[in-house]
């Protein structure tokens, strides 16, 4: 079993920039590439990085794409995203998740409870 929790998330003004971390505990996480998706109000999750296992390979959503920064550090645990030149359309609760290296949340086995972003006008 996988427990994963987030943190970092919280009020910030356009143009901002926040760091969420991604808190990795159970089964060894190198063994699982890590995800972040995020769910605006009335909006379906969408995805919006990846890394693999290693930290070798990212993807991103083309909408965060030069702003956000997946990144890992296998040696301590946590995984986190950097978010810079915040919108208020990047406004949603975060989750990261751990399972395959893929764009899509099917391929992930482990969720966490997701953390708050809110990016004022």
């Known amino acids: 079993q996988v427990q994963l929790v987030e943190s970092g998330g919280g009020l910030v003004q356009a143009g901002g920039s926040l760091r969420l971390s991604c808190a990795v505990s159970g089964r060894a996480f190198s063994n699982y590439a890590v995800g972040w998706f995020r769910q605006a109000p009335g909006k379906e999750r969408e995805f919006v990085a990846t890394i693999n296992w290693s930290g070798t390979m990212t993807f991103y959503a083309d909408s965060v794409k030069g702003r956000f920064t997946i990144s890992r550090d296998n040696a301590k645990n946590p995984a986190y995203l950097q978010m810079n030149s915040l919108k208020p359309d990047d406004t949603a609760v975060y989750y990261c998740?751990?399972?395959?290296?893929?764009?899509?949340?099917?391929?992930?086995?482990?969720w966490g409870q997701g953390t708050q972003v809110t990016v004022s006008s």
């Open positions: 998740a751990a399972g395959r290296y893929t764009s899509v949340s099917t391929g992930y086995e482990y």
